[in-house]
């Protein structure tokens, strides 16, 4: 499947309502953030900003079906990708490990060294969801499982690493997970 890839700019009104469509139907119910369309449509216009990356996949009539960006830290040296989004219909056709690939060669344009991004687990879709990580972190750690649809699997084929995890980032047993990797 062949789709272009594009900076999102404000003078995209309509991809900029159709990303934060995608944001809000992937997120809704499954977590606290972008849970209406005008905290979406708040997010993708932020993503906008002169420092950050925001680009989109287009499939027919320049429809948007990807989303990803990505913000600076660490001087530039590091980069985190927030949020990555695709939708529902075209999942699991490349488009969203195309859309990390294209955002890993701007990152290293820019001179950036690592991607990282967080992938938040607060419906008991790793094993990491639903105890107390302080008990033995680093156990869990080690034997750490991802269930469908929780994105953790996605990034580790994509060659990211385990780097952390903040134990009950979104209440008791809801951790957010760390992942990087070198661009």
Known sequence: MRFPIIDLTAARSDSIDQAA??????????????????????????????????????????????????????????????????????????????LVRDLEDIVRQKGGITLWVGTDDENGETSLSGIDLYRDLPG????????????????????FTLVGVMPDANGPGKPDIFLAKRV
């Open 21 to 98: 469509a995608l944001l809000h139907d992937a997120f809704r119910g499954r977590t606290h953030d972008w849970q209406d369309l005008d905290s979406a449509r708040r997010e993708v216009i932020e993503s906008m900003s002169e420092e950050k990356i925001s680009r989109v996949a287009l499939g027919d009539s320049d429809r948007v079906i990807g989303w990803i960006g990505a913000q600076p830290s660490y001087d530039g040296y590091v980069w985190e990708i927030h949020p990555l989004v695709v939708a529902a219909a075209h999942r699991g056709h490349g488009i969203g490990r195309t």
């Open 140 to 159: 869990a750690l080690r034997t750490i499982k991802g269930r469908d649809p929780h994105p953790y699997g996605f990034y580790m084929k994509l060659g």
